[in-house]
């Protein structure tokens, strides 16, 4: 008697943590862009969309809804506020978020406010110069600046504060120049700044790799250094890395994502583990090289430590540039 209701016992516990798991999925599965359609955050979400489709991972088209304001910020405080308990949605991000909270621009939420799921992908940081430019290495570079650094004008596609800002005070900072002190062109956009340099209107350009390589391989402009860890594939595997160069500069432009921060345990885990099963298929790699970004994965724990780490870097990095 006593086994058959143990046995009984078991397979009822077994259902439930059957039912438990099965309840995880999110029924209406949603990404919250925080822009306009057609930028980043909707490339995020699409990346998303259609790799968790792809796997079967969820059972249903994922929804992708745009919330414009504060370059994220909008976005950020409606999760907090409004969905901070919703398992289906998810928020695309990017370091570029991390930059804004460093920068106290999400208002009065830092980072520890969500919960943060993973990256699947990243671009890179680069910084480039015209196809006629003397200049032929990063070194070369720093040094003429470090001479004449008034005599540089350096273009990117963001206004002071932003990532390519961020990017050319680094240039700055190698020079042993005070990156407040930059002469930074702010424009709409890296198709302004190619423009910029091949008018010959600025000698160097901050951008990402992405939206360069095509420009480099043509030969309309010269990438000198990517801000990676190591040499990216295809058409940039001959660009050497900063940190080749001797520059401890890196700036992976990750795309991630992140959920309320009282969303159930098992709700963040179930999309953390499709994150981590996703990652590792043949057609999620194509639908991240469709969409001009390479490997960069981290889930859980390790994505979560490296947005705090990017925090807090940025703090010191924008303290550094009197921001």
């Known amino acids: ?33 925080g822009a306009k359609p057609g930028g980043g955050f909707d490339l995020t979400c699409r990346l998303a969309a259609n790799s968790l489709l792809e796997a079967k991972e ?6 992708v809804t745009y919330m414009e304001g504060g370059v994220g910020a909008v976005a ?17 991000a990017s370091s570029g978020s991390a930059l804004l909270i460093a920068q106290g621009k999400f208002g009065q939420y830092d980072e520890t406010a969500v919960r943060w799921l993973g990256a699947l992908g990243a671009d890179y940081g680069v910084l480039v110069v015209s196809a006629n430019s003397p200049y032929k290495t990063l070194g070369e570079l720093v040094e003429a600046y470090k001479a004449d650094p008034t005599g540089f004008a350096i273009a990117g596609g963001g206004a002071v504060g932003s990532q390519d800002w961020m ?6 900072k190698a020079a042993g120049q005070e990156p407040k ?56 595997s001959s660009v ?29 885990q179930w999309w953390t583990q499709a ?20 490997e960069f994965t981290l889930v ?7 947005v705090k780490q990017d925090v807090a870097r940025f703090k010191i990095l924008a303290k550094e540039a009197g921001m």
């Open 275 to 294: 994150f981590e099963k996703i990652s590792k298929t043949p057609e999620f790699a194509k639908e991240r090289e469709a969409r001009g970004l390479f």
């Open 167 to 172: 990017k050319g005070s680094l240039l700055a």
């Open 300 to 306: 859980g724990d390790a994505f979560q430590e490296r």
């Open 181 to 236: 002190k930059m002469r930074y062109v702010a424009l709409e956009g890296g198709g302004a700044v190619l423009t910029a340099l091949e008018g010959g209107h600025v000698k160097v350009g901050s951008g990402d790799a992405a939206e360069m390589v095509k420009h480099h391989t043509a030969g309309k402009v010269r990438i000198l250094a990517v801000m990676a860890p190591e040499r990216l594939p295809g058409e940039l």
């Open 76 to 92: 950020y405080n409606h999760m907090i506020g409004k969905r901070g308990k919703d398992g289906n949605v998810i928020s695309a």
């Open 240 to 268: 050497p890395t900063a940190k080749e160069q001797g520059f401890d500069i890196d700036w992976p432009v990750w795309r991630g994502y992140y959920v309320g921060k009282d969303v159930s345990d098992a709700d963040y």
């Open 1 to 33: 008697m006593n086994r058959i209701f143990t046995s009984l016992a078991a397979g009822a516990a077994l259902m439930v943590i059957q039912a438990g798991v099965a309840m995880a999925e999110p029924s209406k599965p949603e990404c919250l862009a």
């Open 58 to 63: 969820i059972s249903r088209p994922m929804v």
